[in-house]
């Protein structure tokens, strides 16, 4: 879904929505964003956030398979996109847990993230995210996260991708992440 041919040089871009919820509109969003990929990169939508134990330092150590799999996701991936909805003005429970598992670990140092946003009203989610990707020394690029108003729009996945502003917005979004990649990649090491 959403993912092209790659070669050694496509930017292979993980997406990560905060919602468990089957009709969630960041998950939709991702989804679409995977269809609006420019030439040169993938999408691909990481889909075992409900998998994951919830964060125990005890059993940190033992490197469950569910935490493993998500880690060597993100490490492999040149960008993310993530996206949250917003409860109890923070984000969800389980994308907290999910990066809770990351933590300790170093697949988040440097690594270009979007954060997108599919209501304007969540705010406080959004500000929560950025705290914590950034905390984890993530590489936030601004112009690759956007808020695109899709709640309450009832907009389906296919809507937005032929949506002509949201779409428009959305590939505005991946191509700069997609050269924020590209630059990174050309600085010495």
């Known amino acids: 879904m959403g993912v092209r041919e790659t070669s050694s040089d496509t930017v292979k871009f993980l997406a990560i929505s905060g919602s468990l919820r089957a009709a969630s509109h960041n998950s939709a969003l991702l989804r679409a964003m995977a269809r609006l990929a ?11 956030l409900g998998d994951l134990p ?7 150590a033992s490197d469950p398979a569910a935490v493993a799999d998500l880690r060597s996701r993100i490490v492999a991936a040149d960008a ?15 994308m ?7 933590v300790g670990c170093e697949a988040f140092v440097l690594k270009p ?11 406080h989610a959004q500000a929560s995210l950025r705290e914590i990707v950034t905390m984890m020394s993530a590489q ?3 112009p ?17 991708v032929l949506h ?18 590209l630059a990174a990649r050309s600085q010495p090491q």
């Open 96 to 102: 907290k847990n999910a990066l809770d598992w990351m």
């Open 38 to 48: 420019p030439d040169g990169a993938s999408v691909t939508l990481y889909r075992g």
């Open 144 to 160: 690759a996260s956007v808020t695109v108003p899709i709640l309450g729009s009832h907009l389906s996945e296919d809507q937005i």
């Open 54 to 60: 919830l964060f125990n330092p005890d059993i940190e």
């Open 164 to 181: 002509p502003e949201i779409a428009a917005t959305l590939r505005g979004a991946l191509l700069a992440l997609h050269a924020a990649v």
């Open 113 to 123: 993230v979007a954060l997108l946003n599919a209501s304007p009203r969540a705010v």
């Open 80 to 94: 993310l996109l993530i996206a949250s909805p917003e409860y109890a003005h923070g984000i969800t429970g389980a």
């Open 140 to 142: 936030i690029v601004e």
